[in-house]
């Protein structure tokens, strides 16, 4: 089991980590004394927007677990987000709603969404209504939002 406790302030360490019955002091991580073979524990919550039919989607999955996070993974095609829910990941990631929608392909051009005098809110309605069309993957951490494109973008978020 792992619990991690605050340093007090002044120690020279983040955290004390107890790993079943043995605890391990504050400075120097719990991997580093135990050796190269095993893995820090990461505690950050980190949630994957995917589609697994995309390549950059599913690169950007790949990171996030090769940095040794298990991400909460939303297959938002089929559970999207709510609208409210959509709307505020969209504005922490400093995007506006043309910016978070996916351009390619026929549903884009068949509902005219390249007319730039639809509103926000026509095309977060739209989202909603065809989550096909919203971009990713979106990922939400501790440390903020983005939309992952390039996969590359998601190493700004994690540890």
Partial sequence: ?????????????????????????????????????????????????????????????????????????????????????????IAKAGLTPRAAMRNKGDLYNELGLADPALSDDALLDTMMAHPILIERPFVVTDKGVRLCRPADLVRELLP
């Avoid at 605050?6 to 504050?26: C, D, E, I, N, T």
């Avoid at 995917?50 to 089929?78: F, Q, W």
């Fill in 1 to 89: 089991m792992l619990w991690r406790v605050p340093a007090p302030p002044g120690a020279a360490g983040s955290s004390l980590v107890f790993l079943g019955r043995f605890h391990y002091g504050f400075g120097q991580s719990a991997a580093r004394r135990r050796g190269p073979q095993h893995k820090e524990t990461r505690t950050m919550t980190v949630t994957i927007y995917h589609n697994a039919a995309c390549g950059t989607s599913r690169n950007t999955l790949a990171m996030i677990r090769e940095a040794g996070i298990e991400p909460l993974v939303v297959d938002y095609v089929k559970n999207p987000p709510t609208r409210a829910e959509l709307a505020q990941m």
